[in-house]
């Protein structure tokens, strides 16, 4: 088993290893580098789904989806149908998915936001689809000083409501489940528990800051994650079938890529839930 880093500092490859097969030294090992790197990718894995649900868990506790009321699995995000024939454009399933193209943090609009995502690839189009990370460990380093002193007791609303809105998410739940989902509140800077490194945590789901006037919070926002992900804090990954990665959400942003709308795309999401003994949605 050997690491290949991306950049200096976030992201990397882990090659000469299957994930089906971890021993727990081997496994220790993926959690140091991990730890390091926020993004680990490992190609040519093959998975399955029972296989990917067991390495989620050597992470902890799993996290439920969107809807509080049934258990923790493995979820899909494809515009293919299990025959593998592309679904419409018009597919609720599909206007979902197109919130993965901006940036953000899985879970980050409940009250515990999710630890990890894991993500494998099934079926990959030709071009395009790639998955890009952002580290929010450098973007908060990359801020000025006189910015870092302001933000640092500020707090953002987080919100299923207004991140999901604009490309048909409000339509999957039930006004009940919504309500599963009320705005929470989340530290606009955080420490990560085991860098302890200064974090930027921001991103779609981020609407406004507590106390501040509403839409000139919400434009800082939104500069604050675009100027955090830009390079040298990026790294990218071309998927290919049978690839798995894992990130870090607690100190990585994340977004998914265009590709030909004519080809399929599908892919397996499994996410660890936030580490917090009152955690409503973990399982």
């Not at 460990?137 to 207004?162: C, I």
């Not at 804090?233 to 709308?261: F, M, Y």
């Amino acid at each position: 088993m050997v690491v290949e880093p991306a950049t200096e500092q976030f992201g990397a490859y882990v090659r000469d290893t299957h994930l089906a097969n971890l021993s727990e030294v081997e496994f220790r090992q993926v959690l140091v580098w991990w730890y390091k790197y926020s993004v680990l990718v490992f190609p040519a894995q093959n998975l399955s789904r029972d296989e990917q649900l067991a390495f989620t868990r050597r992470f902890g506790r799993l996290e439920r989806g969107l809807k509080r009321s049934r258990g923790a699995g493995a979820g899909f995000i494809s515009n293919i149908d299990s025959q593998g024939n592309l679904l419409p454009e018009s597919d609720i399933g599909r206007q979902f998915n197109i919130g993965n193209s901006v940036w953000h943090t899985d879970s980050s609009y409940k009250r515990v936001a999710a630890m990890a995502s894991i993500l494998s690839a099934k079926v990959v189009p030709s071009s395009g689809g790639h998955t890009e990370w952002a580290d929010m460990r450098q973007g908060y380093d990359a801020l000025s000083k006189s910015m870092k002193n302001w933000l640092h007791d500020k707090v953002a609303v987080h919100s299923y409501r207004f991140s999901h809105a604009w490309h048909r998410g409000l339509d999957i739940l039930s006004d009940e489940e919504l309500d599963d989902l009320p705005p929470v509140e989340h530290p606009i800077v955080k420490t990560h528990p085991h860098s302890m490194r200064k974090v930027l945590f921001v991103g779609r789901h981020s609407s406004h800051i507590v106390g501040e006037e509403f839409r000139s919070s919400r434009k800082l926002l939104r500069e604050l994650t675009f100027d955090a992900a830009q390079p040298p804090r990026t790294c990218s990954h071309k998927w290919q079938e049978g690839d798995v990665a894992i990130w870090d959400n607690r100190c990585v942003l994340h977004r998914a890529r265009a590709h030909p709308p004519n080809e399929g795309r599908s892919m397996v999401r499994t996410t660890v839930a936030g580490d917090d003994p009152t955690n409503e949605w973990a399982v």
